[in-house]
Every structure is written in structure tokens, then in C-alpha cells.
């Protein structure tokens, strides 16, 4: 597979971002919560472990840079998407030269979508079905529900 050198600049270029990115401080995943206890103000990074929230609280005098770091997380993880895109779109051309025969796949007319040579798609008849999955076959009786009740 030859992925074009246009391609690849496009992602050096996204990925030399991120350096730079890193480079300016420790990104930090959650969220800063201010709470009033006790008529003062008290701050707590929030995030999800596991499925589960945690918490540890912050000083009043690192709040700032807890909130750059914070932001800088999220800088980082649009540019793992942006970085993300442009491999797919390098990807993505690459694989449009392997198209038809060289790719070895089947011919166009051998079984594709929508000409019904697929015998595992088709829809069996209404007479090969069993009787009780027929719409006239009788239902089971149905049980009440005793929760709508009153007491």
C-alpha cells in the first residue's frame, strides 16, 4: 500500500502539533467544581474511573493552573481526533487505488446487494413458516400485570 506523500505531511503536520502541544504542561482529564462550605470557596477536580466519579480536592492557589491543564486536555484530545481524520483520509485514498481486480475481491455482479442471488437475505414465504409463527395463529394467553392494581 503506498499512502502519498501529501497524505503523510498532513499527519506529521497534526502530529508535530500535538508535540508541541505536550510540551507546554501536563494535560488533566475531569472537571473543576466550585462549591461555598462554610462561607468560603472550596474547589474539586471531578472525574470517572472505572464507571465511577472520584474526587480530589483542589487549593484555592492552584486553581488556575489546574484549569490550564484542564484545557489543555481538551486541546490534546481535538487534536488526537483532527489526527485521527487525516489518517483515515491518507487511509482512505490508498485504498481507493486497490479497487476492482486487484483487490481480489468478487466480481460486481456475484452476489452483491439488491440482485437476490444472496440466499441467506432472503425472506422465507408465509406457507414455509412453522403454523404458531403465523399472524393467525392464536397467542398465548396473557399473564395480568400486578402493579397496575390498586390497593
Not at 5 to 25: E, H, M, N, T, V
Not at 98 to 125: E, I, M
Amino acid at each position: 500500500m503506498k499512502i502519498q506523500k501529501k497524505d503523510r505531511r498532513a499527519c506529521a503536520a497534526k502530529a508535530s502539533a500535538l508535540k508541541r502541544l505536550l510540551g507546554r504542561g501536563m494535560p488533566l482529564e475531569g472537571s473543576l467544581n466550585m462549591s461555598m462550605r462554610g462561607g468560603s470557596e472550596h474547589w474539586q477536580l471531578t472525574d470517572k474511573v472505572d464507571g465511577r466519579s472520584r474526587t480530589l480536592y483542589v487549593p484555592a492557589r492552584h486553581v488556575a493552573e489546574v484549569t490550564a491543564s484542564i484545557e489543555l486536555w481538551r486541546q490534546v484530545r481535538q487534536g488526537l481526533k483532527e489526527l485521527s481524520a487525516a489518517a483515515r483520509e491518507a487511509y482512505a485514498n490508498a485504498f481507493a487505488g486497490l479497487r476492482g481486480g486487484a483487490r481480489g475481491g468478487r466480481p460486481k455482479g456475484a452476489g452483491g446487494k439488491g440482485n437476490g442471488a444472496s440466499a441467506s437475505r432472503a425472506k422465507s414465504s408465509r406457507a414455509s413458516r412453522p403454523a404458531s409463527t403465523r399472524a393467525g395463529a392464536q397467542a398465548s394467553p396473557r399473564r395480568k400485570c400486578r402493579t397496575s392494581r390498586r390497593r
